[in-house]
């Protein structure tokens, strides 16, 4: 597995293809591109994350960047400690849900979102000529801390107007949570107490990086928060990834929302308040569509990936954004997925509309999606020519390929893109049943064959 290199940051294997030659590389050449100024470093509680951050703090200070560090943190509370600090950047340590030997580096601009294409492209042509800014010693950085940084993230969550936590605290909800020793396990039972949250039943909210099952939120990994809900009869289930972007929801049945329906519940509730556009990626479920609807509201389509949807949100002056892999983007607080927010705004919403959460599950419509992968290296084919071949079969249906390749059926759809992140394409699609959704897949598994 070679390094991965994207506009947004670097990322791989610590000690094999990411080394601390390449953090430093490439920190040096982020700093640079910033020509100073302050960055916000925060860091996932991966057990790599201390050294690559001292590595990247000093080569931050060494190209005569000054640096806060905040410890680990969500990904989103580095985002927020961007805008509170006016810094120049922000980087986040986290490999997002890679396994435990991953780590890398995720990159923000000084208005807190992720690099865009031509900022990340220049920061990679820097890395690339080696001309990097290192200062002499009387020019070097400073690097201090800042400890308030999540208290500071979680008031402004409760300070947003349609959040009152009276309401929800007379509730008296009890909420399980699985941190999946990530980030997330002192920022989320410490929100969820803020809210008024009766009772919090916490699993694997160690911040040590000893991921106790596989990272990434999907419904064969998270049976032990189901049987816990279960168990403990309580209201809501919460799940993060190890940098706390993502959220999945477990409903007081012990059955998963599904990723997809976390961020319609949140384009319900906002639009319920303040109706206006939304946007979300090529890849998420017609169900935002059919929320939308609902209020008479379009909800615009991205290429995948955070900025390309923060992007469009600013095009169209979007009133709420996300991913369907979990991920709410609230522009009230800042341009970036956040699962604090995320969960402030589900349990207004189950508290207003005074339904548990499997009651209000029951008003979405029901899409089932089934996302695969071809590994590039099993087929043999380059993946540029697998999607061509896809284009070209399908060409009547008028593919979008805005990113990879789209092709929308009258009851689903498929969607087929390289992975930023690994030597795949990811083929996602979607239908009114599981079979339907497996079916559409099928038929692109068929044209490869």
């Excluded at 319900?268 to 935002?288: E, H, M, Q, Y």
């Excluded at 992140?421 to 038929?443: D, M, N, Q, V």
Aim: net charge negative; aromatic share 6%.
């Amino acid at each position: 597995m070679a390094l991965m290199i994207s506009v947004s940051g670097i990322r791989g294997i610590f000690g094999t293809d990411l080394t601390p030659q390449n953090l430093s590389k490439f920190t040096a050449a982020y700093g640079t591109w910033l020509k100073g100024g302050t960055v916000v470093l925060g860091r996932d509680s991966r057990v790599t994350g201390k050294i690559c951050e001292d590595i990247v703090a000093a080569t931050l200070a060494s190209v005569g960047c000054d640096v806060i560090k905040v410890g680990i943190v969500p990904t989103p509370t580095v985002a927020m400690g961007v805008l509170r600090h006016k810094a120049a950047g922000g980087i986040i340590i986290s490999a997002s849900h890679n396994p435990a030997e991953w780590n890398a580096l995720k990159l923000l601009n000084q208005k807190s979102e992720f690099l865009d294409a031509d900022q990340g492209n220049e920061v990679i042509r820097i890395a690339d000529s080696g001309d990097l800014g290192y200062q002499s010693y009387n020019r070097i950085g400073e690097i201090r801390e800042d400890h308030d940084i999540l208290n500071d993230h979680i008031e402004q969550v409760l300070d947003l107007p349609y959040i009152n936590v009276d309401e929800i605290a007379s509730k008296k909800f009890s909420v399980a949570v699985d941190a999946v020793n990530g980030a997330g396990s002192e920022a989320i039972p410490r929100l969820l107490e803020k809210l008024g949250v009766k009772t919090v039943h916490k699993i694997h909210c160690t911040p040590n990086g000893l991921f106790p099952h596989n990272p990434e939120p999907l419904p064969e990994h998270l049976t032990e928060i189901c049987e816990l809900v279960k168990e403990k009869k309580v209201d809501l289930g919460v799940v993060t990834d190890p940098d706390g972007d993502r959220l999945a929801l477990v409903d007081d049945t012990g059955k998963l929302f599904g990723e997809e329906y976390t961020q319609a519940a949140a384009f319900d509730f906002i639009l319920s308040k303040n109706p206006g556009a939304c946007a979300t990626n090529l890849s998420s479920s017609r169900v935002c569509d059919d929320v939308a609807r609902n209020y008479d509201q379009t909800c615009y389509r991205s290429a995948v990936g955070e900025i390309n949807v923060v992007k469009v949100m600013q095009e169209q002056n979007a009133v709420i954004g996300g991913e369907g892999n979990g991920g709410v983007i609230c522009p009230d607080l800042h341009y970036g997925r956040d699962a604090l927010v995320g969960i402030a705004i589900v349990l207004q919403l189950l508290a207003e509309k005074e339904m548990s959460a499997s009651e209000y599950r029951a008003t979405l419509p029901d899409y089932y999606m089934s996302k695969n992968k071809i590994q590039l290296d099993e087929l043999g084919k380059d993946a540029d020519d697998v999607l061509e071949m896809v284009k070209e079969h399908f060409s009547s249906l008028n593919p979008n390929t805005v990113d990879g390749v789209k092709i929308d059926f009258s009851e689903g759809w498929v969607h087929l893109r390289k992975s930023n992140t690994e030597p795949i394409i990811r083929i996602y699609s979607e239908g009114r049943s599981p079979e339907a959704a497996k079916a559409f897949a099928g038929k692109i598994f068929d044209l490869l064959k």
